[in-house]
Protein backbone atom coordinates (compact mmCIF):
# COMPACT_ATOMS: atom_id res chain seq x y z
CA UNK A 1 0.00 0.00 0.00
CA UNK A 2 1.56 3.24 -1.20
CA UNK A 3 0.45 6.90 0.19
CA UNK A 4 -0.65 9.01 -2.59
CA UNK A 5 -1.95 11.95 -0.30
CA UNK A 6 -1.39 11.97 3.01
CA UNK A 7 -2.25 15.11 5.62
CA UNK A 8 0.96 17.20 5.59
CA UNK A 9 2.28 15.99 9.28
CA UNK A 10 2.65 19.26 10.45
CA UNK A 11 -1.12 20.24 10.34
CA UNK A 12 -2.73 19.77 14.00
CA UNK A 13 -6.20 18.18 13.96
CA UNK A 14 -7.82 21.53 14.22
CA UNK A 15 -10.97 22.50 11.49
CA UNK A 16 -10.05 25.58 9.16
CA UNK A 17 -12.20 28.61 10.14
CA UNK A 18 -12.41 28.81 5.88
CA UNK A 19 -15.76 28.76 4.08
CA UNK A 20 -16.48 25.97 1.78
CA UNK A 21 -13.82 26.46 -0.99
CA UNK A 22 -11.48 29.01 0.01
CA UNK A 23 -8.45 29.68 -2.01
CA UNK A 24 -6.83 29.80 1.24
CA UNK A 25 -7.00 26.09 2.40
CA UNK A 26 -5.45 24.79 -0.60
CA UNK A 27 -2.67 27.49 -0.50
CA UNK A 28 -2.39 26.54 3.33
CA UNK A 29 -1.87 22.72 2.24
CA UNK A 30 0.77 23.43 -0.09
CA UNK A 31 2.76 25.53 2.52
CA UNK A 32 2.48 22.82 5.14
CA UNK A 33 3.44 20.18 2.36
CA UNK A 34 6.69 22.27 1.83
CA UNK A 35 7.48 22.47 5.46
CA UNK A 36 7.22 18.88 5.59
CA UNK A 37 9.63 18.52 2.46
CA UNK A 38 11.85 20.91 3.39
CA UNK A 39 12.01 20.03 6.94
CA UNK A 40 11.39 23.41 8.33
CA UNK A 41 9.03 23.15 11.14
CA UNK A 42 11.62 23.14 13.52
CA UNK A 43 13.48 26.61 11.93
CA UNK A 44 10.22 28.19 10.63
CA UNK A 45 8.87 30.95 11.99
CA UNK A 46 5.14 31.68 10.50
CA UNK A 47 4.18 35.52 10.37
CA UNK A 48 0.23 35.57 9.77
CA UNK A 49 -1.49 38.64 8.87
CA UNK A 50 -5.09 40.20 10.08
CA UNK A 51 -7.87 38.70 7.66
CA UNK A 52 -9.21 35.25 7.09
CA UNK A 53 -5.96 33.56 7.69
CA UNK A 54 -5.23 34.79 10.88
CA UNK A 55 -6.20 32.10 13.20
CA UNK A 56 -4.03 30.08 10.90
CA UNK A 57 -1.54 29.02 13.86
CA UNK A 58 -3.73 26.64 15.44
CA UNK A 59 -3.18 24.66 12.40
CA UNK A 60 0.56 24.15 12.29
CA UNK A 61 2.28 22.64 14.66
CA UNK A 62 5.12 25.35 14.41
CA UNK A 63 6.17 28.82 16.23
CA UNK A 64 3.69 31.62 14.18
CA UNK A 65 3.50 35.31 15.21
CA UNK A 66 0.52 37.12 14.48
CA UNK A 67 0.87 40.81 12.94
CA UNK A 68 -1.07 43.33 13.12
CA UNK A 69 -2.84 45.29 10.34
CA UNK A 70 -0.87 45.00 7.48
CA UNK A 71 2.38 44.89 9.78
CA UNK A 72 3.65 41.64 8.86
CA UNK A 73 6.67 42.23 6.76
CA UNK A 74 7.89 44.58 8.85
CA UNK A 75 7.05 42.00 12.18
CA UNK A 76 9.09 39.37 9.67
CA UNK A 77 11.91 42.24 9.32
CA UNK A 78 12.22 42.15 12.85
CA UNK A 79 12.03 38.36 13.47
CA UNK A 80 14.21 37.79 10.06
CA UNK A 81 16.85 40.21 11.47
CA UNK A 82 17.18 39.14 15.21
CA UNK A 83 17.77 35.48 13.46
CA UNK A 84 19.08 34.85 10.25
CA UNK A 85 19.02 31.61 10.11
CA UNK A 86 15.31 31.05 10.88
CA UNK A 87 12.70 30.58 8.11
CA UNK A 88 10.58 33.58 8.02
CA UNK A 89 7.08 33.07 5.90
CA UNK A 90 5.00 36.06 6.04
CA UNK A 91 1.25 35.20 4.45
CA UNK A 92 -0.69 38.06 3.83
CA UNK A 93 -4.08 38.89 1.81
CA UNK A 94 -5.05 41.86 -0.29
CA UNK A 95 -6.55 43.83 2.16
CA UNK A 96 -3.89 43.25 4.08
CA UNK A 97 -0.89 43.65 2.26
CA UNK A 98 -2.50 45.90 -0.19
CA UNK A 99 -4.40 48.32 1.41
CA UNK A 100 -3.91 48.13 5.33
CA UNK A 101 0.18 47.45 4.81
CA UNK A 102 0.82 49.13 1.15
CA UNK A 103 3.90 51.00 3.09
CA UNK A 104 5.43 47.85 4.88
CA UNK A 105 5.64 45.47 1.84
CA UNK A 106 7.10 48.16 -0.08
CA UNK A 107 9.64 49.31 2.33
CA UNK A 108 10.37 45.59 2.92
CA UNK A 109 11.45 45.85 -0.99
CA UNK A 110 13.10 48.45 -0.57
CA UNK A 111 15.21 47.17 2.10
CA UNK A 112 15.73 43.56 0.06
CA UNK A 113 14.75 41.41 3.45
CA UNK A 114 15.42 38.41 3.48
CA UNK A 115 12.20 36.59 3.46
CA UNK A 116 9.21 35.34 1.32
CA UNK A 117 5.51 36.73 0.62
CA UNK A 118 2.77 34.86 -0.28
CA UNK A 119 -0.06 37.39 -1.57
CA UNK A 120 -3.56 35.82 -1.52
CA UNK A 121 -5.37 37.98 -4.02
CA UNK A 122 -9.10 37.38 -3.80
CA UNK A 123 -9.90 40.88 -5.31
CA UNK A 124 -12.02 41.61 -1.87
CA UNK A 125 -12.02 42.06 1.90
CA UNK A 126 -13.00 38.65 2.76
CA UNK A 127 -13.19 38.12 6.55
CA UNK A 128 -15.20 41.70 7.18
CA UNK A 129 -17.86 41.01 4.85
CA UNK A 130 -16.89 41.41 1.17
CA UNK A 131 -15.93 44.82 0.95
CA UNK A 132 -14.31 46.17 -1.97
CA UNK A 133 -10.17 46.39 -1.33
CA UNK A 134 -7.84 47.81 -3.68
CA UNK A 135 -7.51 44.71 -5.99
CA UNK A 136 -11.28 44.47 -6.84
CA UNK A 137 -11.78 44.56 -10.65
CA UNK A 138 -13.45 46.89 -12.58
CA UNK A 139 -17.14 46.83 -12.31
CA UNK A 140 -16.70 44.02 -9.56
CA UNK A 141 -19.78 44.12 -7.16
CA UNK A 142 -18.70 44.66 -3.32
CA UNK A 143 -20.88 45.65 -0.37
CA UNK A 144 -18.93 49.08 -0.45
CA UNK A 145 -19.58 48.98 -3.84
CA UNK A 146 -23.20 47.90 -4.60
CA UNK A 147 -23.40 49.37 -8.38
CA UNK A 148 -19.72 47.91 -9.10
CA UNK A 149 -16.61 49.00 -9.06
CA UNK A 150 -15.94 52.19 -10.79
CA UNK A 151 -12.69 54.11 -12.06
CA UNK A 152 -14.31 57.85 -11.51
CA UNK A 153 -15.03 56.46 -7.53
CA UNK A 154 -12.26 54.34 -6.46
CA UNK A 155 -9.27 54.08 -9.24
CA UNK A 156 -7.78 50.97 -10.96
CA UNK A 157 -7.01 47.78 -9.46
CA UNK A 158 -3.58 47.58 -8.14
CA UNK A 159 -1.61 44.47 -9.89
CA UNK A 160 1.12 43.70 -6.95
CA UNK A 161 2.94 41.50 -8.56
CA UNK A 162 4.12 43.80 -11.49
CA UNK A 163 5.17 46.50 -8.82
CA UNK A 164 7.16 44.01 -6.49
CA UNK A 165 8.94 42.99 -9.75
CA UNK A 166 10.10 46.23 -10.33
CA UNK A 167 11.99 46.87 -7.36
CA UNK A 168 15.98 45.82 -7.51
CA UNK A 169 15.54 44.41 -3.58
CA UNK A 170 13.22 41.41 -4.75
CA UNK A 171 14.59 38.53 -6.38
CA UNK A 172 11.37 36.82 -7.73
CA UNK A 173 7.59 38.13 -8.23
CA UNK A 174 5.56 35.47 -9.69
CA UNK A 175 1.50 35.29 -10.16
CA UNK A 176 -0.12 32.02 -9.89
CA UNK A 177 -3.30 30.49 -9.45
CA UNK A 178 -5.17 27.43 -7.68
CA UNK A 179 -7.90 26.96 -10.00
CA UNK A 180 -7.01 22.86 -11.08
CA UNK A 181 -4.75 20.43 -10.24
CA UNK A 182 -2.49 21.58 -12.61
CA UNK A 183 -2.58 25.46 -11.37
CA UNK A 184 -1.39 23.75 -8.07
CA UNK A 185 1.18 22.52 -9.37
CA UNK A 186 2.36 25.01 -10.85
CA UNK A 187 1.59 27.05 -7.62
CA UNK A 188 3.70 24.66 -5.42
CA UNK A 189 6.61 25.23 -7.42
CA UNK A 190 6.27 28.76 -7.36
CA UNK A 191 6.08 28.83 -3.81
CA UNK A 192 9.06 26.11 -3.52
CA UNK A 193 11.19 28.16 -5.69
CA UNK A 194 10.30 30.75 -2.98
CA UNK A 195 11.13 29.08 0.09
CA UNK A 196 14.34 27.88 -1.61
CA UNK A 197 15.56 31.20 -2.42
CA UNK A 198 15.55 32.59 1.24
CA UNK A 199 17.56 29.42 2.42
CA UNK A 200 20.03 30.58 -0.39
CA UNK A 201 19.73 33.79 1.47
CA UNK A 202 18.76 35.79 -1.78
CA UNK A 203 16.32 38.79 -1.84
CA UNK A 204 12.60 39.30 -1.17
CA UNK A 205 10.71 36.40 -2.86
CA UNK A 206 7.16 37.27 -4.20
CA UNK A 207 3.94 35.00 -4.64
CA UNK A 208 0.80 36.57 -5.47
CA UNK A 209 -1.81 33.57 -5.43
CA UNK A 210 -5.49 34.37 -7.24
CA UNK A 211 -7.31 32.64 -5.24
CA UNK A 212 -11.38 32.41 -5.23
CA UNK A 213 -13.63 33.50 -2.52
CA UNK A 214 -16.81 32.32 -3.03
CA UNK A 215 -18.33 34.09 -0.03
CA UNK A 216 -17.33 37.08 -0.62
CA UNK A 217 -18.19 36.53 -3.89
CA UNK A 218 -21.60 35.46 -3.74
CA UNK A 219 -20.96 32.39 -6.05
CA UNK A 220 -20.60 28.69 -5.07
CA UNK A 221 -17.43 27.31 -4.75
CA UNK A 222 -17.13 25.77 -8.51
CA UNK A 223 -18.69 29.00 -10.02
CA UNK A 224 -16.11 30.88 -8.13
CA UNK A 225 -12.86 28.83 -9.55
CA UNK A 226 -14.24 29.35 -13.11
CA UNK A 227 -14.57 32.97 -12.32
CA UNK A 228 -10.98 33.16 -11.48
CA UNK A 229 -10.11 31.73 -14.45
CA UNK A 230 -12.17 33.61 -16.60
CA UNK A 231 -12.08 37.29 -15.21
CA UNK A 232 -9.89 38.08 -12.54
CA UNK A 233 -7.00 36.20 -14.33
CA UNK A 234 -7.90 38.24 -17.25
CA UNK A 235 -7.23 41.43 -14.98
CA UNK A 236 -4.16 39.97 -13.12
CA UNK A 237 -2.45 38.07 -16.10
CA UNK A 238 -0.49 34.35 -14.61
CA UNK A 239 2.86 34.10 -14.89
CA UNK A 240 6.59 35.42 -13.81
CA UNK A 241 7.18 38.44 -13.91
CA UNK A 242 10.54 38.32 -12.33
CA UNK A 243 13.69 35.77 -11.47
CA UNK A 244 16.96 37.35 -10.80
CA UNK A 245 17.97 34.28 -9.64
CA UNK A 246 18.36 32.82 -12.70
CA UNK A 247 20.86 35.06 -13.65
CA UNK A 248 23.33 34.69 -11.19
CA UNK A 249 23.49 30.84 -11.83
CA UNK B 1 -7.25 -1.84 -5.94
CA UNK B 2 -6.85 1.65 -5.02
CA UNK B 3 -8.73 3.46 -1.60
CA UNK B 4 -9.72 7.09 -0.88
CA UNK B 5 -10.70 7.61 2.48
CA UNK B 6 -12.88 10.44 3.21
CA UNK B 7 -12.90 12.16 6.77
CA UNK B 8 -16.44 12.78 7.08
CA UNK B 9 -16.53 15.57 9.76
CA UNK B 10 -14.10 17.58 8.01
CA UNK B 11 -15.80 18.20 4.56
CA UNK B 12 -17.30 21.54 3.95
CA UNK B 13 -18.90 20.34 0.47
CA UNK B 14 -17.07 22.79 -1.86
CA UNK B 15 -17.65 20.19 -4.55
CA UNK B 16 -14.03 20.32 -5.97
CA UNK B 17 -13.19 16.43 -5.10
CA UNK B 18 -15.96 15.76 -7.62
CA UNK B 19 -15.14 18.42 -10.38
CA UNK B 20 -11.65 17.81 -10.43
CA UNK B 21 -11.61 13.57 -10.63
CA UNK B 22 -10.70 12.66 -13.77
CA UNK B 23 -12.55 9.57 -13.53
CA UNK B 24 -15.83 10.34 -11.80
CA UNK B 25 -15.43 8.48 -8.78
CA UNK B 26 -16.53 10.80 -6.01
CA UNK B 27 -20.22 11.58 -6.34
CA UNK B 28 -22.70 13.75 -4.24
CA UNK B 29 -23.41 12.23 -0.97
CA UNK B 30 -26.69 12.33 0.76
CA UNK B 31 -25.67 11.84 4.19
CA UNK B 32 -25.00 15.04 5.98
CA UNK B 33 -21.91 15.57 9.15
CA UNK B 34 -22.16 16.99 12.34
CA UNK B 35 -21.44 20.45 10.35
CA UNK B 36 -24.20 20.54 8.41
CA UNK B 37 -22.63 19.48 5.07
CA UNK B 38 -23.17 16.38 2.98
CA UNK B 39 -19.52 14.82 1.70
CA UNK B 40 -19.38 13.19 -0.98
CA UNK B 41 -19.47 9.55 -1.60
CA UNK B 42 -16.41 7.45 -2.98
CA UNK B 43 -16.84 4.38 -5.71
CA UNK B 44 -13.19 2.68 -6.50
CA UNK B 45 -14.22 1.08 -9.22
CA UNK B 46 -12.02 3.40 -11.95
CA UNK B 47 -10.01 5.44 -9.48
CA UNK B 48 -6.72 5.57 -11.07
CA UNK B 49 -5.15 6.91 -7.32
CA UNK B 50 -3.84 10.36 -9.01
CA UNK B 51 -4.79 12.36 -6.03
CA UNK B 52 -6.62 14.99 -7.98
CA UNK B 53 -9.41 15.65 -5.70
CA UNK B 54 -6.67 15.85 -2.27
CA UNK B 55 -4.63 18.06 -3.88
CA UNK B 56 -7.37 20.25 -4.66
CA UNK B 57 -9.43 19.83 -1.69
CA UNK B 58 -9.26 22.85 0.86
CA UNK B 59 -9.74 21.03 3.75
CA UNK B 60 -7.78 18.31 3.91
CA UNK B 61 -10.66 15.51 3.77
CA UNK B 62 -9.46 12.93 1.57
CA UNK B 63 -6.49 10.79 2.05
CA UNK B 64 -5.21 8.54 -0.80
CA UNK B 65 -3.67 5.61 -1.35
CA UNK B 66 -2.80 3.35 -4.17
CA UNK B 67 -2.14 -0.93 -4.43
CA UNK B 68 -4.39 -1.38 -1.34
CA UNK B 69 -4.50 -4.97 -0.74
CA UNK B 70 -8.12 -6.53 -0.32
CA UNK B 71 -8.69 -9.33 1.83
Known amino acids: MKAIYEKPQVFTDAITTYCGGCGHGIVGKLIAELIDELDLRENGILVWPIGCSCLSDRYYDMDAFMALHGRAPAAATGIKRADPSKFVLCYQGDGDLVSEGMAEIMHAAIRSEKFTVIFINNAIYGMTGGQMAPTTLEGQYATTAPK ?9 PVHMAEIMGMMPGVCYSERVTVTNPGNVAKCKRALKKGFENQIAGKGLSFIEILSPCPTGWKMSPLKAMEWVDEVVAKEYPLGLIKDTTKEEN | MNLVKINFDRCKECGYCIKFCPKGCLSKGD ?11 YDATNCIACGSCARMCPDTVLTVYKDVDVQ
Not at chain 1, 148 to 156: C, D
Not at chain 2, 31 to 36: P, V, Y
Open chain 1, 148 to 156: GRKEINSGF
Open chain 2, 31 to 41: KINKRGYYPPV
